[in-house]
Nanobody, 120 residues
Framework: VQLQASGGGLVQAGGSLRLSCAASGNMFSINDMGWYRQAPGNERDLVAVVTSGGSTSYGDSVKGRFTISRDNAKKTVYLQMNSLKPEDTAAYYC???????????????WGQGTQVTVSS
């Protein structure tokens, strides 16, 4: 199983970016999918998570600006980031809880990280 993230880049403050993360490989089902971010010297923090049923939750610092969504058929999670601020600058990592077989437990998988840089 692999998670492949894309969509990062350099943007000016107030701009927008859309991140994507696709899961591939042999799997039975995907539970929660989410995005985390980590700036240099900081811990990895939750940005947003979406359940298999579509319920969402967000970190306080991104509420009202970021929107998480998923396409279950494509096994892909998205993060639409609007009104970006310099403090949003970080490496963004996607995460998914994946069950590889019907009777297996869910295991967390991580993408490789995509850099988002917001200039002031």
């Amino acid at each position: 199983v692999q998670l492949q993230a894309s969509g990062g880049g350099l943007v000016q403050a107030g701009g927008s970016l859309r991140l994507s993360c696709a899961a591939s490989g042999n799997m039975f089902s995907i539970n929660d999918m989410g995005w985390y971010r980590q700036a240099p010297g900081n811990e990895r923090d939750l940005v947003a998570v979406v359940t298999s049923g579509g319920s969402t939750s967000y970190g306080d610092s991104v509420k009202g600006r970021f929107t998480i969504s998923r396409d279950n058929a494509k096994k892909t999670v998205y993060l639409q980031m609007n009104s970006l601020k310099p403090e949003d600058t970080a490496a963004y990592y996607c995460n998914a809880a994946i069950r590889r077989h019907k009777f297996a437990t869910y295991i967390d998988y991580w993408g490789q990280g995509t850099q988002v840089t917001v200039s002031s």
